[in-house]
């Protein structure tokens, strides 16, 4: 049974940083591909980045512009995350579908509903 688990969120103040984690355990597969999407009170699930199995390869939504990274060492996931904006503040889940490719065509990484692994959620909330 695969495992997510979301750790690094918390309260800070506009232009500043975080960095959240993902601990994943549990791999049934040959690889995963992990993704970081953010929910916002009132609002859909988003998506915020994801990273291939082999890290070679990352996407980003529209609205990261630079500020965010994702990356991945072994079995945890990170999402560095710069230049905070109030717009950020939601709670931040992290994702795993199956996928050993490093193209992901065919693969709607940007869709919630393309994953069938999710963690818990870490809120992330940012000051004006």
């Known amino acids: 049974q695969v495992q997510l688990v979301e750790s690094g969120g918390g309260l800070v103040q506009a232009g500043g940083t975080l960095r959240l984690s993902c601990a994943a355990s549990?791999?049934?597969?040959?690889?995963?591909?992990m993704s970081w999407f953010r929910q916002a009170p009132g609002k859909e699930r988003e998506f915020v980045a994801t990273i291939t199995w082999g890290g070679q390869n990352t996407y980003y939504g529209d609205f990261v512009k630079g500020r965010f990274t994702i990356s991945r060492a072994k079995n945890t996931v990170y999402l560095q995350m710069n230049s905070l904006e109030p717009e950020d503040t939601a709670v931040y889940y992290c994702?795993?579908?199956?996928?050993?490719?490093?193209?992901?065509?065919?693969?709607?990484?940007?869709?919630?509903?393309?994953?069938?692994?999710w963690g818990q959620g870490t809120q992330v909330t940012v000051s004006s």
């Open positions: 994702a795993a579908l199956p996928s050993t490719t490093e193209a992901l065509r065919g693969i709607r990484y940007w869709d919630r509903t393309a994953y069938p692994y």
């Open positions: 549990g791999w049934t597969h040959s690889g995963y591909a």
